[in-house]
């Protein structure tokens, strides 16, 4: 067996290298294989040793960090036999969540003597892959922000989301868009536009209450019609798993949607923003990825 584990130093220290190594080393002494670890030193380390893993045969590759370094980390290993692990080391964990992955550094590397394997869906927007969830509508505009704000940089985690919502919610503008998918086509202007793999957001917010991984369908949750005391129900309903019972919600069950949008946008992918102009296609890929699970 040939295990790499690839630690991203920003999501929980560069002590989680350290203590990655010597769980690896402890619970896996008697396996017989190679098993690396690699410690990423810049944005894209985690897509080009995970790259690297699959070109030289590893079965398992294990991403260390929070949801953006396991869309680095899996992204490579999409159509591959090259298994996804994770060790959750983010302030979202929103896939490990939704597979059921110990948060405990022994007990996700120590999945590995199980060898219990699961094929999930992906999915693709504007040519990003991503695993969750993936939008253009405040969500990702939130994902923008938080990414510059002085505070957010210093004081990573969820605690800065609620004020920062909060006042950018003020100062948002839903963007007008046609969504288009097999035969419908509508018309909206959305605060959320999410592309959901997973029932949930980072954190624990649950956008898609009984979104499946494997059915090789997206749930694309669309909710307009939002004022701020709605907005503020909304937050509760998010985390109490009650987001489908909002006012204005959507959810339509697609493979692929092609949405149009009146001006540049800024989109996502597992949390991680960028502007775009032009269409917006998204996509599923049934049993893309090979997950090590529970």
Request: hydrophobic letters at 45%.
């Amino acid at each position: 067996m040939k295990v790499r584990f690839i630690i991203n130093p920003a999501a929980g220290g560069r002590k989680k290298a350290a203590a990655v190594s010597e769980a690896a080393s402890r619970l896996l002494k008697s396996e017989e294989g190679v098993f690396e670890v690699k410690v990423t030193k810049a944005r894209g380390d985690g897509r080009a040793l995970s790259a690297e893993a699959v070109r030289k045969g590893y079965d398992i590759v294990f991403a260390c960090g929070g949801d953006g370094t396991v869309n680095e980390v899996a992204t490579p290993l999409v159509g591959t036999e090259t298994a996804l692990g994770i060790i959750p080391a983010g302030s979202g964990n929103a896939l490990a969540r939704s597979l059921g992955i110990p948060e405990g550094i022994d007990q996700a590397i120590g999945l590995i003597k199980g060898s219990r394997f699961r094929k999930i869906d992906a999915g693709v927007i504007c040519g990003r892959h991503f695993f969750s969830t993936a939008g253009a509508g405040f969500d990702a505009f939130l994902s923008k922000k938080y990414n510059e704000g002085y505070v957010c940089r210093r004081l990573r985690g969820l605690l800065p989301y609620f004020p920062l919502a909060a006042f950018e919610y003020l100062r948002y503008r839903p963007v007008p868009m046609t969504v288009k998918s097999g035969g419908l086509v509508r018309d909206v202007a959305p605060f959320i536009l999410t592309a959901a793999n997973t029932e949930r957001y980072g954190g624990g917010a649950v956008i898609a209450p009984g979104a499946s991984l494997d059915d090789g369908l997206l749930d694309l949750c669309i909710i307009t019609d939002m004022n701020i005391l709605r907005a503020a129900g909304l937050a509760f309903k998010l985390f109490s798993g009650k987001a489908d019972r909002s006012r204005g919600f959507t959810r339509i069950m697609t493979d692929r949607v092609g949405i149009e949008a009146c001006g540049p946008i800024i989109a996502h992918a597992d949390g991680e923003p960028f502007e775009w102009r032009g269409d917006i296609s998204i996509e599923a890929l049934p049993g893309a990825l090979k997950v090590l699970v529970p």
